[in-house]
């Protein structure tokens, strides 16, 4: 099982408008993909910059190669539309993880 997180760094003003746009168009987008399930948005609480804030969105694959197909189809175009739209204003990194076990 493959864990896809996607943390998204935004300046601390924009917050609700990124908010809005994740919601609106990138989780919707993410949930069509059949593949990925149990999508989790959180924000993160290590504060880096402070004039910014961090969000991760999570997402289970079963394989990596359907994580990455959606990370570089879908929401690649998703990511690069964020970028024209808030510009130096916006950061986003991706971290495909393998699930070792569900329990400890």
Same mark, same amino acid.
């Given at each position: ?5 996607? =943390? ?37 609480? =290590? ?10 969105? @999570?997402? =289970? ?11 570089? @189809? ?12 808030? @510009? ?17």
């Amino acid at each position: 099982m493959i864990l896809l997180n996607t =943390t998204f760094v935004i300046r601390r003003d924009l917050e609700d408008e990124f908010l809005k746009w994740i919601r609106a168009e990138y989780i919707p987008s993410l949930q069509a993909h059949e593949a990925l399930t149990d999508p989790s948005l959180a924000r993160v609480l =290590t504060e880096i910059d402070p004039s910014a804030l961090s969000f991760a969105l @999570g997402v =289970t694959a079963p394989t990596l190669d359907e994580a990455m197909a959606w990370h570089d @189809g879908p929401a690649a175009a998703l990511r690069e539309e964020a970028s024209r739209r808030w @510009g130096e204003n916006f950061l986003t990194f991706t971290t495909p993880l393998e699930r070792l076990s569900h329990t400890l």
